[in-house]
Structures are given as structure tokens and as C-alpha cells.
């Protein structure tokens, strides 16, 4: 980049340059703030979709094998939590054995509702649960009324909480398939 502005520089006249800097200047403000910010925000809701996915596709598994007169789309609610309520109410997954994923995936729903629905704007009430899991997050920043800001570590440490949450959600299949078949 600094080496186009250089050409461009040389190219057109001196009453030219302080347009053309502040141009660069604009840009490198985007490529170094505002893109990255957008890029992690895009990949929470991706992460999220692939995690919604995954247990939708389970859930459909479930009513399949297990000859179930209640689907998915039966319950109410929608998303991640619907599936989850699906997997202990109908299915009877223990998720009791799971610690700390769960609280924590609950929360990056709320953030994501919070990207996908509000453009990434905290609501102005300090109780939200939303406010209230940014707070108490180490790669989450927000004030009320401010945005959400998703520091560069926090993907790779809810990938590290999804990867656990699959683990033990993987224990519990089998457990059920087991039993089921026993």
C-alpha cells in the first residue's frame, strides 16, 4: 500500500498529495481496525451456524433412529438452544456433565444475536445477560450502549470450548446409543 501512495505521489502534483495521504491514511485505518473487527465478527456467527448445524443434523439423526413423534421444529424456541432442549427432553442426553461449554456457547449466542441483529450494539441495561457475559469475559470488551469488540484470542479460545463441548457431547451419543441398544 505504501508503495502504491509512493507511485501516486509521483505521479500527480503537489496539490494533489494531501488528498492522496489522506486517503491512505483512511485506508490503513480500515485494513487495521476495522477489518479485523469484522473478520472475528464474521467468524462467531460462522463458528455459531456450524455449531447450530451440527446439532440440528443430530437432532434429525435422533427422531430418526430413536422413532420419535416430536421434531426438532416441534419445541419451541430456535437455534442452538432448541437443539440442546431437544437432545435432553426428547433424546435424554445428560448435559449435566458438561461445565463450563455451556454457559460460555449460551453466551456467544447472546453476542452473535447481538452482531446478526443489532450490528454489534450493547444494549444500555448494565443487568442484560448479554452486558453481563461481555463483562465477564477475558477476550470480550463492552460498555453498555457501546459496542462489542472481539479480541483476536477469543476465536481460538471458544474453538477450544467447542471442541471440548463435541468431545463430551460424543461421550454422551455413545452412552445413549449403547443404552439404547442394550
Known amino acids: 500500500m505504501q508503495e502504491e501512495v509512493g507511485k501516486l505521489l509521483e505521479k500527480y502534483p503537489e496539490k494533489h498529495h494531501e488528498d492522496i495521504v489522506d486517503n491512505y491514511s483512511w485506508e490503513l485505518h480500515l485494513s487495521q481496525s ?12 460462522t463458528i455459531f451456524n456450524f455449531l447450530e448445524h451440527q446439532l440440528n443434523t443430530l437432532c434429525s439423526i435422533f427422531y430418526e433412529s430413536i422413532d420419535s413423534k416430536l421434531k426438532l421444529n416441534d419445541l419451541n424456541g430456535n437455534g442452538v438452544e432448541r437443539a440442546l432442549l431437544y ?18 456457547i449460551k453466551g456467544v449466542n447472546l453476542v452473535r444475536n447481538l452482531i446478526v441483529h443489532n450490528g454489534g450494539g450493547l444494549p444500555d441495561d448494565p443487568k442484560s445477560k448479554v452486558n453481563k457475559f461481555v463483562q465477564s ?16 484470542e477469543f476465536i481460538d479460545f471458544f474453538l477450544k470450548v467447542l471442541e471440548s463441548f463435541f468431545e463430551k457431547l460424543d461421550l454422551e451419543v455413545q452412552s445413549h446409543i449403547q443404552s439404547y441398544n442394550g
Open 87 to 104: 437432545l435432553t427432553k426428547v433424546v435424554k442426553i445428560d448435559l449435566s456433565k458438561f461445565g463450563y461449554e455451556l454457559p460460555i
Open 34 to 45: 476495522k477489518y479485523p473487527g469484522l473478520h472475528r465478527e464474521s467468524l462467531v456467527i
Open 137 to 152: 469475559s477475558e477476550y470480550l470488551l463492552g460498555v453498555e450502549g457501546g459496542f462489542v469488540n472481539i479480541h483476536p
